[in-house]
Structure formats: C-alpha cells, structure tokens
C-alpha cells in the first residue's frame, strides 16, 4: 500500500511541476511576442488626408511585408524616419522638423538644418543657434559666419540686434 502512496505523491509532485513549467512557458511566449510585436513597430494613418497625404501618419518599427524600416509620411508626420509638414522622429525632413538629426525650413534637434531657423546642439542655417552653430547670423559656444557671435563676441549681440532688427531700440 506505500508503493500506491508514494506514487500517488510521486504522480501528484510531476503533474504540479508540469503545470509550474507550463505557466513559464506560457509566460517566456507572452514576452517573446510582446518584443517581436515592437520589433515590427506600430502604424497608424488617418483617413483624414491632405494633398494626398495623411493628416497624421505615425510609423515605427520594421515592416514585416518588407522588413525595411517604416517612414511616416504625412502633413504630421511622427516616426523613427519622419517626413511631412510638421516632422517628428529620430531623422527627420519637413517644413518644420523637430528631431535628432532634423533637415527643414525649420529645423529644431541634436544635429539642426534649417534653411531660415535651426535650433539645435549643432546647427547650421540662415539663422543658427547652438552648441555650434554655423549660419549668416550664427549664435553659440562655437558661432561661425557672417554675424557669428561666440564665447568671446556675446556682448555684440544686442547693439547688432538693436541695430539690424530694431530690438529694444525704446521710443
């Protein structure tokens, strides 16, 4: 009759064992899918479209059709690799981008292009402000062009605002 017990209990310790390695198992599969889903990123685009572009498209990740990176492409665009009008990403091209590495009319970002305004840790633009800026009037640590005002020239700046541009000129 032990024999019967002590497979009894025996039977009962594997069948729990296997009910504990079921449920990781189980567990191990939810967080596989869940980092393959963020592998593949998320896209969303509105129905809502522009001059033939969506009004918001947002893209991450990589397409599993394609498997090339998602580009958001829209009037906003917001996506690791974004372009439209108002652009948001990691790289990004628009009318106004903001990013960090940022290419736009006007560009705001770790490393800013901007062909009128770029605000940024390094940018360079018509008007440039930044860690190292390069522009017509460039402003920052390391300031290089026409009107480049620096570490050592900050002080010129307001007398060339005042002068060129009519700030704080009073009256």
Known sequence: MSDKFEQTDREQEMAERIEELEEKVDRLTQVQVAAI?????????????L?????IHIAQGIDPETGKM???????????????????GGM???????GGLSLGIIGIGGVA????????????????LGGMAVG?????GGAFGVH???????????PFLKEYFGIGAGG
Do not use: D, W
């Open 148 to 158: 480049a005002f620096g570490g050592q020239n900050m002080h010129q700046l307001i």
């Open 51 to 55: 001059f033939g572009l969506p009004l």
């Open 70 to 88: 998602r580009v958001a492409k829209g009037i906003i665009a917001i996506g690791g690799v974004a372009m439209g009008g108002f652009a948001i």
């Open 113 to 128: 292009i901007g062909l009128l305004l770029a605000l940024g840790g390094m940018a360079v633009g018509t008007f440039a």
């Open 92 to 98: 990004c091209f628009g009318v106004i981008a903001f």
């Open 136 to 140: 017509y009037i460039a402003i920052g």
């Open 37 to 49: 889903k963020q592998t593949m990123g998320y896209e969303y685009r509105s129905q809502a479209t």
